[in-house]
């Protein structure tokens, strides 16, 4: 009885993982991309970071006006994020989160984020990114 009762409990907890790992696979590219722009951001390499943007943000943002929003965010002291939410609808994904920053001029160490992409030629871009 005991040995049913624990292959039972087995198959439940393989049931459960089961898509959770999925879904942690198939949306880890865009928290790849997402860690990579945070980071590039802190590492003041801001021109390989505004290629990791749509097409949209680049026709709407100079990669001036992007230099002068990124001096301007939490950003440039990134140190580690974590996602509460990880989702994909199409070509659409979405990323939510707390973003751990270093900068004491913060009030908050921690920062919830909200970063959009979008799949542009089979490669997710960062279509938006809000911090509060």
Do not use: H
């Not at 680049?58 to 990669?63: G, K, P």
């Not at 002291?77 to 989160?97: C, F, M, N, P, T």
């Amino acid at each position: 009885m005991k040995k049913v009762v624990l292959f039972v409990g087995l198959i439940i907890l393989t049931c459960a993982l089961v898509p959770i790992g999925s879904a942690l696979l198939v949306t880890n590219p865009l928290a790849n991309v997402a860690e990579d722009y945070f980071l590039l951001i802190s590492q003041d390499k801001v021109s390989e970071a505004y290629q990791l943007t749509s097409r949209d943000v680049q026709a709407e943002v100079s990669l001036l006006d992007f230099r002068e929003m990124c001096r301007e965010s939490p950003l440039e002291e990134y140190v580690d994020v974590s996602w509460d939410y990880r989702g994909i609808e199409g070509k659409w994904g979405e990323l939510q989160g707390m973003l751990e920053t270093g900068d004491a001029s913060y009030p908050e160490v921690f920062v919830f984020v909200n970063v959009e992409l979008v799949q542009e030629n089979g490669k997710w871009k960062i279509y938006s990114v809000d911090l509060w």
